[in-house]
């Protein structure tokens, strides 16, 4: 992955069978061969369709990664997969603390910081998802809650070629919002500030082909990280499109 660039990830979620994932798969990397993306492409399938994905990738230059790891190596954790295990399989980045998980599986930024060491052990770049909810923005502490996030989340020792933060305000994700540009930008400013020089900060949260040059052409924003655009090769591809 080139410095500098932007970064365009698809966290597909809990969707794809083998017919759909593969199909999606076969399509961005046939984009990405035929073009020259003038961003870094990256594509997240559920745990079933990694190996399988990667197969169909090689060579795209498409990159790889998990939505999800485990902050042990192994052993009796049934239903996780480790971060060593993403690497086994082609990984070379992992999703942590996206808010599904936060709020659905109960993650907390203690948790988030061993699955962020975990992804640094076996040597995959960590993507950090961060964001206010809906009540947060409106008391206005939407600054303060990332930056903490921030704070318990990220493990000492952080560096660029490591970590990449996203972030995505909750009350975004899924929803068709997304906040003002002058609030990214706002967002972006606090977290820059507070980790190191030259890591990648993408946003998240309902990313479009529409909206996606706008907020690709903010001021430190560096990729996006989108899910459901991220379902149809033709709107990603859209959306990397819209870099640089
Ligand atoms: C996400 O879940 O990471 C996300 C950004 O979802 P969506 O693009 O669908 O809002």
Same mark, same amino acid.
């Given at each position: 992955m080139?410095?500098?660039?932007? $970064?365009? #990830?698809? /966290?597909?979620?809990?969707?794809?069978?083998k017919?759909?994932?593969?199909?999606?798969?076969?399509?961005?990397?046939?984009?990405?061969? +035929?073009?020259?993306?003038? &961003?870094?492409?990256l594509?997240?399938?559920?745990a079933?369709?990694?190996? #399988?994905?990667?197969?169909?990738?090689?060579?795209?230059?498409v990159?790889?990664?998990?939505?999800?790891?485990?902050?042990?190596?192994?052993? +009796?954790?049934?239903?996780?997969?480790?971060?060593?295990?993403?690497?086994?399989?082609?990984?070379?980045y992992?999703?942590v603390?996206?808010?599904?998980?936060r709020?659905?599986?109960?993650?907390?930024? #203690?948790?988030? /910081?061993?699955?962020?060491?975990?992804?640094w052990? +076996?040597?995959?770049?960590? %993507? $950090? &998802?961060?964001?206010?909810?809906?009540a947060?923005?409106?008391a206005?502490?939407?600054?303060?809650?990332?930056?903490?996030?921030?704070?318990? =989340? $990220?493990?000492?020792?952080?560096?660029?070629?490591?970590?990449v933060?996203?972030?995505?305000?909750?009350?975004a994700?899924? *929803?068709?919002?997304?906040? *003002?540009?002058?609030?990214?930008?706002?967002?972006?400013?606090?977290?820059?500030a507070?980790?190191?020089?030259? +890591?990648? %900060?993408?946003?998240?949260?309902?990313?479009?082909?529409k909206?996606?040059?706008? %907020?690709?052409?903010?001021?430190?924003?560096?990729g996006? $990280?989108?899910?459901?655009a =991220?379902?149809?090769?033709?709107?990603?591809?859209?959306i990397?499109?819209?870099?640089?």
């Open positions: 080139a410095a500098g660039r932007q $970064l365009i #990830a698809g /966290n597909w979620k809990m969707n794809g069978l017919a759909d994932g593969l199909g999606l798969a076969r399509d961005i990397a046939a984009r990405a061969r +035929a073009g020259t993306p003038a &961003c870094d492409l594509v997240c399938p559920p079933t369709l990694i190996a #399988a994905v990667g197969e169909v990738i090689a060579g795209s230059g990159a790889l990664g998990g939505q999800n790891c485990h902050a042990a190596e192994k052993g +009796a954790h049934t239903g996780d997969v480790s971060a060593e295990m993403l690497k086994d399989a082609g990984c070379g992992v999703i603390g996206h808010s599904e998980r709020q659905n599986c109960g993650e907390t930024d #203690a948790v988030v /910081n061993g699955k962020v060491a975990a992804a052990r +076996a040597g995959l770049v960590a %993507i $950090l &998802c961060v964001g206010e909810t809906r947060e923005r409106e206005g502490r939407a600054k303060d809650v990332v930056s903490g996030q921030l704070r318990g =989340s $990220l493990p000492e020792g952080a560096d660029s070629a490591r970590v933060i996203a972030y995505e305000p909750v009350w994700i899924g *929803t068709g919002l997304t906040p *003002t540009l002058a609030d990214i930008e706002e967002i972006h400013r606090a977290i820059r507070a980790i190191p020089s030259g +890591a990648r %900060i993408l946003y998240g949260g309902s990313v479009n082909p909206n996606a040059a706008e %907020i690709l052409g903010l001021d430190g924003v560096d996006a $990280l989108v899910g459901g =991220s379902l149809k090769a033709e709107d990603f591809w859209a990397a499109q819209a870099c640089g």
